[in-house]
Nanobody
């Protein structure tokens, strides 16, 4: 069974950092492009970043490009999102998903999400 399990979320003050992890199983992780998608209360899903299968190509939503870093360790079947300089508007449920775009991810696999809250 395909599983994606996010972890690492929590509460952080503005300007702080968090590192999200996503442990994958049940599929050939290294052959899949992966993305991070977030969803804030009352809003639709927002694509944040993607990474290709071997980790050599990455793209980011402009608002997070200077602050977030997506990476992966295929030997560990794990996807990461390093989040620095967090702002209140980053508060959302963060999901690890297969695919490189939101449309692809919507028909792909999702984790259960991990909550990120940034507030004073």
């Amino acid at each position: 069974e395909v599983q994606l399990v996010e972890s690492g979320g929590g509460w952080v003050q503005p300007g702080g950092s968090l590192r999200l992890s996503c442990s994958a199983s049940g599929f050939t992780f290294g052959t899949y492009a992966m993305s991070w998608v977030r969803r804030a209360p009352g809003k639709g899903p927002e694509w944040i970043a993607n990474i290709n299968g071997d980790g050599t190509s990455k793209y980011y939503k402009e608002s997070v490009k200077a602050r977030f870093t997506i990476s992966r360790d295929n030997a560990k079947n794990t996807l990461y999102l390093q989040m620095n300089s967090l702002m209140p508007e980053d508060s959302a449920e963060y999901y690890c998903v297969t695919g490189s775009s939101l449309p692809d991810s919507l028909r792909g696999y999702w984790g259960q999400g991990t909550q990120v809250t940034c507030s004073s």
